[in-house]
Nanobody, 126 residues
């Protein structure tokens, strides 16, 4: 069974940076697409970045493209989200997620992922 543990959240001022890490354990064949989602109070869960473990192909939402970078180690055991130029609207609970299949055109859809971390808070103040 795959388990995911996030770390690295916290509070930062606008324009600052944070680095989130997701450590995965369990069968690697069940972790072919790894993603980061976020959810602010009252909002739906938003897919912001994913990486295909097999070919390192990355995907980003328009809201974070150019500011956030997702990366993984060779086996997808650790997936990192480097967040730069943070804005107050980036404030949310951030979740790491794992999907069995390779990332598809629907990488941003939460239903593509079957395992989720517990979430970690990111707060950006103006």
């Amino acid at each position: 069974q795959v388990q995911l543990v996030e770390s690295g959240g916290g509070s930062v001022q606008a324009g600052g940076s944070l680095r989130l890490s997701c450590v995965a354990s369990g069968p690697s064949y069940r972790r072919n697409c790894m993603g980061w989602f976020r959810q602010a109070p009252g909002d739906e869960r938003e897919g912001i970045a994913s990486v295909n473990i097999g070919n390192d192909h990355t995907f980003y939402s328009d809201s974070v493209k150019g500011r956030f970078t997702i990366s993984q180690d060779n086996a997808g055991n650790t997936v990192t989200l480097q967040m730069n130029s943070l804005k107050p609207e980036d404030t949310a609970m951030y979740y790491c997620a794992a999907g069995t299949r390779a990332c598809s055109a629907f990488w941003f859809d939460a239903s593509q992922y079957y395992t989720w971390g517990q979430g970690i808070q990111v707060t950006v103040s103006s």
